[in-house]
């Protein structure tokens, strides 16, 4: 991939056929989310993507019909890998149950907001879901499936610690979404303003700790003699 500041010709892009085929379009769409990252999706052309890519526009086209082609692919595939890295997080069962949940709360704000280029690209697939029926119908696909894996991983951890959410399970996973997106735009233009344990805290406000009920054994009673019966 080319840099800014880095020179860059026709003759220095890569033959793609000298690249696995899968190597190749994982190339642009790195290079894609970079590029609209720092110039937004209008502001930047397929040219300059192939050119970050450190190839010719032709590679761009020959697997991307168009630029909304390969912004729909790019949402597409980076939730994919939201989801792999949600469900490879193994957070140690330590501490008391307020610092478990707090840790639960912390590694999903990480998993959730670490690369700041996706969450900038984010907004602008959000944007035009909200103003386009077709945008709205693939984010929508997507999202759902985002939702599915974060309520699953959720359960299973609450469980994990011996918790329960104070609010249905779905409800717990748009909060931690809302939250995640809303720290980070507080966070993006103003560094350091928003402590990273915060949306620890902030979780274990929607999950409790389940208290153990402690089990009274039944008193046997004895029936009292009558000892002025005979016999």
């Not at 609450?158 to 809303?182: E, F, I, K, M």
């Not at 805290?201 to 008193?219: A, R």
Request: glycine share 6%; aromatic share 6%; net charge negative.
């Amino acid at each position: 991939m080319n840099f800014p500041g880095q020179p860059d010709t026709e003759s220095q892009r890569s033959p793609t056929n000298r690249v696995p085929p899968a190597q190749v379009r994982s190339r642009i769409l790195d290079a894609a989310l970079h590029t609209w990252a720092r110039k937004g999706v209008e502001g930047a052309s397929l040219d300059e993507v192939a050119a970050a890519a450190g190839f010719t526009k032709g590679a761009v086209y020959s697997r991307f019909k168009n630029k909304n082609d390969l912004f729909f692919a790019l949402l597409e595939e980076r939730v994919m890998d939201r989801i792999k890295t949600l469900l490879a997080l193994d957070v140690p069962v330590k501490g008391t149950a307020a610092e478990q949940i707090e840790a639960l709360g912390d590694a999903l704000y990480d998993a959730l907001t670490t690369d700041s280029d996706w969450q900038i690209l984010f907004l602008e697939f959000w944007g035009r879901a909200v103003r386009e029926p077709e945008a709205r119908r693939r984010y929508t696909a997507v999202r759902t499936v985002i939702h599915r894996h974060i309520a699953d991983f959720i359960r299973k951890e609450t469980a994990r610690r011996g918790a329960r959410c104070l609010l249905p399970v779905d409800h717990v996973v748009v909060s931690v979404l809302a939250l995640a997106n809303g720290l980070f735009i507080e966070q993006a233009p103003m560094e350091g303003t928003v402590p990273r344990e915060l949306m620890g805290k902030l979780l274990s406000m929607l999950v409790e700790p389940v208290e153990p009920v402690e089990t009274v054994e039944p008193v046997e009673t004895v029936e009292p003699v009558d000892e002025s019966a005979g016999g």
